[in-house]
């Protein structure tokens, strides 16, 4: 009996998600028929999904919800779009052209960059949903696959120094991505106009119902774990010989999302695979994408990720199948390691003699304000700029290969608007949160909003308990247990219940290779500062050396080291 068969006996019947897929002539659906519909803003129940295959999410603006419910209208229905950008580069041509749309085409006028690496719009009414696909379109831009269960934007590491070995390894993240794309013309069709074929699609790799779930896939280039891997699906970790790209370690299984009060479900790292050279890369991603996409549970959803396959058939079964389906042995695991995560803030000089200038931008929210107008000024850079601009996995935004003579021009531009400012501290360098509210349905609690002030709170009890100002903690927030803000990789991470209520996990370290554990449940932030304040004291007092906090607390029992995600994040 073939093993799918086997398996799809043993998880019963499957998802409505499965039957969405099924039922949508590739990704088609009535989406071209809905976008017609100007009764509402909104779209209906299958295509409210289907509109994230194609990189979009329906959302609403939740701070207005209850009134607009008074006046008896429907939420205030828009689209928040991700696009699609392999490795996060962008030139200052495209930055300029979504900078103008952003402005003239949405309610919030900004732009965010995500942990994913690549830009979101929010806030895109439905009549101009096909304006901005096609805006995007005439800069080389599109959002194909950037939510929805596919392999989703493939990340890159940003260092900027090496630039050889970066650009070897961009190339390879934009190779694997095209390589995973879906191959339905739905989204040419749709947004596009493009021509409607009488042929039959295919999808060779992805197949007719699509993955079960969504998949995530990084190239990461030693020391930096700028990108978080073991937040992903698949990973290539770059293995180099004098500077030149020679191939990859590949790890799989990694995923952070979880579901409050369900011990089925937990963060996991991901496993190392072994060693491929260069021209197995492909052939390797297609593998085991196929493998998730034949033995992933489409019957629950919250099970359906490649980490829990992996553990439900055992790492070495879905190792050999993967061996089987590339036609290839993996190579022990060459050395590496990994020193460094988080983003080099500020300027750093190539190896080619170019300068990259690192912005920190607090939550990847590009927006003016008034002291602080910082989307006209990197609108203002990309005007003069001559390289790229790189958007980092950590939100933030690098100008990248600066000559000399640029250099001081472009500072002075950055510090005139905001975009740069010397009283950042370290600890705000190294606090991230996701979007939350008011736009993300999924919300519980506060993310993007609460973060600045938490973080300022941090620093003080930071100061208060001896430590100066370069000491930090990797501090994450999210507003759900979904993982957007990847808080289950810091050694602080805030998980969000109910309004101001979260989850206290500690115990993450300073690589992004550990998963924290749970210290308290459903609290306040007030409560939180609380705790931290005394364990903040007991650290600066019992540290070993330069201990970080996340290893000081497994060191002294406040939390249990999370070694088997399965076995340990629940007891």
């Given at each position: 009996?073939?093993?799918?068969?086997?398996?799809?006996?043993?998880?019963?019947?499957?998802?409505?998600?499965?039957?969405?897929?099924?039922?949508?002539?590739?990704?088609?659906?009535?989406?071209?028929?809905?976008?017609?519909?100007?009764?509402?803003?909104?779209?209906?129940?299958?295509?409210?999904?289907?509109?994230?295959?194609?990189?979009m999410?329906?959302?609403?603006?939740?701070?207005i919800?209850?009134?607009?419910?008074?006046?008896?209208?429907?939420?205030?229905?828009?689209?928040?779009?991700?696009?699609?950008?392999?490795?996060?580069?962008?030139?200052?041509?495209?930055?300029?052209?979504?900078?103008?749309?952003?402005?003239?085409?949405?309610?919030?006028?900004?732009?965010?960059?995500t942990?994913?690496?690549?830009?979101?719009?929010?806030?895109?009414?439905?009549?101009?949903?096909?304006?901005?696909?096609?805006?995007l379109?005439?800069?080389?831009?599109?959002?194909?696959?950037?939510?929805?269960?596919?392999?989703?934007?493939?990340?890159?590491?940003?260092?900027?120094?090496?630039?050889?070995?970066?650009?070897?390894?961009?190339?390879?993240?934009?190779?694997?991505?095209?390589?995973?794309?879906?191959?339905?013309?739905?989204?040419?069709?749709?947004?596009?106009?493009?021509?409607?074929?009488?042929?039959?699609?295919?999808?060779?790799?992805?197949?007719?119902?699509?993955?079960?779930?969504k998949?995530?896939?990084?190239?990461?280039?030693?020391?930096?774990?700028?990108?978080?891997?073991?937040?992903?699906?698949?990973?290539?970790?770059?293995?180099?010989?004098?500077?030149?790209?020679?191939?990859?370690n590949?790890?799989?299984?990694?995923?952070?999302?979880?579901?409050?009060?369900?011990?089925?479900?937990?963060?996991?790292?991901?496993?190392?695979?072994?060693?491929?050279?260069?021209?197995?890369?492909?052939?390797?991603?297609?593998?085991?994408?196929?493998?998730?996409?034949?033995?992933?549970?489409?019957?629950?959803?919250?099970?359906?990720?490649?980490?829990?396959?992996?553990?439900?058939?055992?790492?070495?079964?879905?190792?050999?199948?993967?061996?089987?389906?590339?036609?290839?042995?993996?190579?022990?695991?060459?050395?590496?390691?990994?020193?460094?995560?988080?983003?080099?803030?500020?300027?750093?000089?190539?190896?080619?003699?170019?300068?990259?200038?690192?912005?920190?931008?607090?939550?990847?929210?590009?927006?003016?304000?008034?002291?602080?107008?910082?989307?006209?000024?990197?609108?203002?850079?990309?005007?003069?700029?001559q390289?790229?601009?790189?958007?980092?996995?950590?939100?933030?935004?690098?100008?990248?290969?600066?000559?000399?003579?640029?250099k001081?021009?472009?500072?002075d531009?950055?510090?005139?608007?905001?975009?740069?400012d010397?009283?950042?501290?370290?600890?705000?360098?190294?606090?991230?949160?996701?979007?939350?509210?008011?736009?993300?349905?999924?919300?519980?609690?506060?993310?993007?909003?609460?973060?600045?002030?938490?973080?300022?709170?941090?620093?003080?009890?930071?100061?208060?308990?001896?430590?100066?100002?370069?000491?930090?903690?990797?501090?994450?927030?999210?507003?759900?247990p979904?993982?957007?803000?990847?808080?289950?990789?810091?050694?602080?991470?805030?998980?969000?219940?109910?309004?101001?209520?979260?989850?206290?996990?500690?115990?993450?370290?300073?690589?992004?290779?550990?998963?924290?554990?749970i210290?308290?449940?459903?609290?306040?932030?007030?409560?939180i500062?609380?705790?931290?304040?005394?364990?903040?004291?007991?650290?600066?007092?019992?540290?070993?050396?330069?201990?970080?906090?996340?290893?000081?607390?497994?060191?002294?029992?406040?939390?249990?080291?999370?070694?088997?995600?399965?076995?340990?994040?629940?007891?």
């Open positions: 009996m073939d093993k799918q068969v086997v398996l799809d006996q043993e998880l019963g019947s499957f998802s409505d998600n499965e039957r969405l897929k099924g039922e949508s002539n590739f990704l088609r659906g009535s989406i071209a028929k809905d976008l017609t519909n100007e009764i509402t803003g909104g779209f209906d129940s299958d295509n409210f999904q289907l509109i994230r295959f194609h990189g999410y329906q959302q609403d603006d939740r701070d919800r209850n009134e607009r419910a008074k006046q008896k209208l429907e939420p205030l229905h828009n689209v928040m779009l991700r696009a699609r950008m392999p490795g996060g580069v962008i030139t200052p041509k495209q930055w300029l052209a979504i900078d103008k749309f952003a402005t003239d085409h949405t309610l919030y006028g900004s732009i965010r960059l942990t994913r690496q690549t830009f979101q719009f929010h806030g895109v009414l439905k009549p101009n949903i096909k304006l901005m696909h096609q805006t379109n005439t800069i080389g831009i599109d959002s194909i696959a950037t939510a929805g269960d596919v392999n989703r934007n493939v990340l890159c590491t940003s260092n900027p120094v090496e630039t050889e070995l970066h650009q070897q390894a961009y190339e390879w993240a934009t190779k694997i991505s095209e390589h995973l794309l879906p191959k339905t013309r739905a989204y040419a069709e749709i947004w596009l106009d493009g021509e409607k074929l009488e042929t039959t699609d295919e999808e060779p790799i992805l197949g007719s119902n699509y993955l079960p779930r998949f995530k896939t990084t190239v990461v280039v030693p020391p930096d774990n700028d990108v978080d891997l073991h937040a992903n699906d698949l990973n290539f970790v770059a293995i180099a010989q004098d500077g030149k790209l020679v191939g990859f590949v790890l799989v299984g990694g995923g952070l999302a979880m579901t409050h009060g369900d011990t089925s479900t937990y963060p996991r790292k991901a496993d190392e695979f072994g060693y491929i050279p260069l021209d197995k890369t492909l052939d390797v991603a297609a593998a085991v994408v196929t493998t998730q996409r034949d033995w992933g549970n489409r019957s629950n959803r919250k099970n359906a990720k490649t980490k829990y396959t992996l553990d439900r058939v055992g790492i070495d079964v879905f190792k050999k199948e993967v061996e089987k389906r590339a036609n290839f042995t993996f190579e022990q695991i060459k050395p590496y390691e990994f020193t460094h995560r988080g983003d080099k803030v500020g300027w750093i000089e190539g190896i080619d003699g170019k300068h990259h200038l690192t912005l920190f931008i607090e939550n990847g929210r590009l927006l003016d304000a008034p002291t602080k107008p910082l989307k006209s000024g990197v609108a203002e850079i990309a005007k003069i700029h390289g790229d601009f790189r958007m980092t996995a950590n939100q933030n935004l690098i100008v990248a290969g600066v000559p000399t003579q640029y001081q021009q472009i500072e531009i950055a510090y005139k608007h905001g975009l740069i010397k009283k950042t501290s370290q600890q705000r360098i190294n606090s991230m949160a996701c979007v939350s509210f008011p736009t993300c349905p999924l919300a519980m609690a506060e993310a993007e909003r609460f973060l600045p002030e938490f973080v300022s709170e941090v620093e003080g009890l930071l100061l208060k308990n001896g430590f100066d100002e370069q000491e930090n903690i990797i501090l994450r927030v999210t507003g759900c979904n993982g957007c803000g990847r808080a289950m990789l810091a050694e602080v991470g805030l998980v969000g219940k109910a309004p101001d209520k979260y989850n206290l996990y500690l115990g993450g370290n300073k690589a992004g290779t550990r998963i924290p554990k210290y308290k449940e459903n609290i306040s932030s007030k409560d500062l609380a705790i931290l304040d005394e364990l903040l004291a007991q650290w600066h007092s019992n540290r070993n050396d330069s201990e970080a906090f996340g290893d000081y607390v497994i060191r002294a029992g406040i939390v249990a080291e999370v070694l088997v995600s399965k076995r340990d994040f629940h007891a």
